[in-house]
Each structure stands twice: as C-alpha cells, then as structure tokens.
C-alpha cells in the first residue's frame, strides 16, 4: 500500500527507544523531527528524534556529555553548529572535510563519534527532482556556513554535471574565501569567494543564508538583477514560498523552496544510522514526506510543474 501522511502513525516512547537530538540555534524551524518521527512509526522502529536548542558557547560541552546516555545514538545538526562541531569529532566523511561542516554525528561501535554531511547531496538531487539545470553553469551560493559548504562540494564532486563556476557570497570576513579554497583544493571547478550579493550573471542562485527567517529580514540579494533565464532556491525550511522565492516567482524565474532538499537527503540520514531497510522505502516512495511537509500551496505548484 502506498505511504500516505494518513496511513503513518505515531508511535509511544518507551524504556527501549533510541533517542536521537537535532541540535541548533535556533531549532523553531527544524522539519526534520515531524519527517522522521513518522518514518520510524511507520516502519517499527523504536527511535525518537527531538529537537534541543544549543547555543555555540555550550556546544563542546553538550555534545560531549549527551553522548555518556547510552540511549542517546546519534545527533542531526544543524545551523549555527555544522562547521564547529567538525573539529571535535574522531573522524569524519571525505566529503565533510572536504565542505569543512557536518550535519550527522553517530557513535562508533568503538565508542568514537563519526561526523556525516549530506546536505549537498539533498540539494544535487532536488535540482535534479524540479529539472534546473547545473551543469557548466555560474552558481552563486548565498552564505558560506556549513550548509553553504556542503552545496558547493557536492555540486564540485557532480563529475560531467559540474558547474563551470562556484561563487561565494558572505559577509562574515574570509569564511567565503575558505569554503572556495576547499573547492579548489579537491576539484577541478572554478571556485571563488566574491564582494557582493549582486545575481547578475549567475544561472542558479542558492540562498543558504538566515535571511527570510524573520518577516523583517531583507531579501539576501536583489532579484530584479537576476537573469531572465536563472533560477533560484531558497534552503530554508520555514516561511516558505518565502519573499525572496515570491519575488522570483513573480519574475516568471523558477524558484523552489528548501524542503526538497531535506526530502532528498532522508534516505542519507537512515542509512547513515543504521536503518538500511526504511532507507530503501524512502528510496522508492518519498511522496509522503511531501504531504507532510510542503504546505498545501506549495504542494499543488508542485503537481503543476512535474511533467
């Protein structure tokens, strides 16, 4: 039977479950929870994921203890603490060093915490999903958190679907300079920090910044200067279509919100921990998360544009 929002229940906690903590500053705007929380009941998995809000000066310290409860098995991360969090764990993936940022951690069967990073390759496959084309193109990524990062390596690490260009944009001194560096250390793509926000030249224009958060933030760059043929897609995860995704659309460009490419990314995070059957489920039927998470506007543009 296909997996709809109604048909996934919501299971009790118990002495036995797994706990799981999704980590940030701020953590109001997670989705993760309501998409995995799901999965596990569906499928009989006794786990649990919670949000917990941390704030950077208590980051190390958290991270350490939490890891003393036995039933504590791993941790999703997310902004400000995805670069930070790297330095203090045992080992990481190739591709984690390589974009300088986690966004998984899990406990090692000998003890030790194993950082993973799959934010980029959510984000590879939802341009994929809505059909925007990348590669040999210019792509300007807004912001050069860990998010940010972990875009641009993994469009880098896209073989012959590679941009021609990767630049970055943030206003933080020598964090877009560094994210680049990255870049061009482990691939052959043209990877560049650059001094404004401005859009113009670019193909595909990615905001990975906390801009659209509040309803008082400024848009994070000026889409009256985007090309008449680029395309633009906002990662966050909360007030979506946001103003910014609003005032391309009202262009005529294409713009899609974040949540695709946290969709795009689930199947990561289950094999990642362990959960190597509800990983192949997702693989194969995913629509469900989207009934959950896109709201109901979003989810009718949607069925207008797939082919």
Same mark, same amino acid.
């Not at 391309?248 to 362990?274: K, N, S, W």
């Given at each position: *039977?296909?997996?709809?929002?109604?048909?996934?229940?919501?299971?009790?906690?118990?002495?036995?479950?797994?706990?799981? /903590?999704?980590?940030?500053?701020?953590?109001?705007?997670?989705?993760?929870?309501?998409?995995?929380?799901?999965?596990?009941?569906?499928?009989?998995?006794?786990?649990?994921? !919670?949000?917990?809000?941390?704030?950077?000066?208590?980051?190390?310290?958290?991270?350490?203890?939490?890891?003393?409860?036995?039933?504590?098995?791993?941790?999703?991360?997310?902004?400000? @603490? =995805?670069?930070?969090?790297?330095?203090?764990?045992?080992?990481?993936?190739?591709?984690?060093?390589?974009?300088?940022?986690?966004?998984? !951690?899990?406990?090692?069967?000998?003890?030790? /915490?194993?950082?993973?990073?799959?934010?980029?390759?959510?984000?590879?496959?939802?341009?994929?999903?809505?059909?925007?084309?990348? +590669?040999? =193109?210019?792509?300007?990524?807004?912001?050069?958190?860990?998010?940010?990062?972990?875009?641009?390596?993994?469009?880098?690490?896209?073989?012959?679907?590679?941009?021609?260009?990767?630049?970055?944009?943030?206003?933080?001194?020598?964090?877009?300079?560094?994210?680049?560096?990255?870049?061009?250390?482990?691939?052959? !793509?043209?990877?560049?920090?650059?001094?404004?926000?401005?859009?113009?030249?670019?193909?595909?224009?990615?905001? +990975?910044?906390?801009?659209? $958060?509040?309803?008082?933030?400024?848009?994070?760059?000026?889409?009256?200067?985007?090309?008449?043929? +680029?395309?633009?897609?906002?990662? $966050? *995860? =909360?007030?979506?279509?946001?103003?910014?995704?609003?005032?391309?659309?009202?262009?005529?460009?294409? +713009?899609?919100?974040?949540?695709?490419? *946290?969709?795009?990314?689930? @199947?990561?995070?289950?094999?990642?921990?362990?959960? @190597?059957?509800?990983?192949?489920?997702?693989?194969?039927?995913?629509?469900? $998360?989207?009934?959950?998470?896109?709201?109901?506007?979003?989810?009718?543009?949607?069925?207008?544009?797939?082919?």
């Amino acid at each position: *039977m296909p997996i709809t929002a109604a048909t996934a229940p919501v299971h009790a906690i118990d002495g036995q479950t797994a706990v799981y /903590l999704i980590i940030g500053d701020p953590v109001e705007q997670v989705q993760a929870p309501t998409s995995f929380n799901r999965i596990f009941a569906l499928l009989g998995i006794n786990a649990v994921l !919670v949000p917990v809000h941390v704030a950077p000066a208590d980051l190390q310290a958290f991270v350490s203890t939490m890891f003393r409860a036995s039933n504590i098995q791993g941790l999703w991360v997310t902004i400000p @603490h =995805k670069a930070p969090l790297l330095d203090w764990l045992d080992s990481s993936t190739d591709l984690a060093r390589m974009a300088g940022a986690v966004n998984a !951690v899990r406990r090692t069967a000998g003890g030790q /915490l194993e950082g993973g990073l799959f934010d980029g390759e959510g984000f590879v496959a939802s341009l994929g999903y809505f059909q925007i084309a990348y +590669a040999g =193109k210019r792509v300007l990524i807004l912001g050069a958190g860990g998010a940010a990062a972990a875009i641009g390596a993994s469009l880098a690490l896209a073989g012959a679907q590679a941009p021609a260009e990767i630049a970055f944009y943030d206003p933080t001194p020598g964090r877009a300079e560094q994210a680049a560096a990255r870049i061009r250390q482990a691939s052959p !793509v043209a990877a560049q920090a650059v001094g404004s926000n401005d859009p113009a030249g670019f193909d595909l224009v990615v905001n +990975a910044t906390p801009l659209g $958060l509040q309803a008082s933030d400024p848009l994070p760059c000026d889409v009256a200067r985007m090309e008449p043929h +680029a395309a633009l897609v906002d990662i $966050l *995860m =909360k007030n979506q279509p946001t103003p910014v995704v609003r005032a391309a659309r009202a262009r005529g460009l294409v +713009a899609e919100p974040g949540f695709e490419m *946290m969709i795009q990314q689930t @199947h990561c995070y289950l094999d990642f921990f362990g959960f @190597h059957g509800a990983a192949q489920r997702l693989r194969e039927d995913a629509d469900f $998360l989207r009934e959950l998470i896109y709201p109901a506007e979003l989810q009718a543009e949607i069925r207008r544009q797939m082919p």
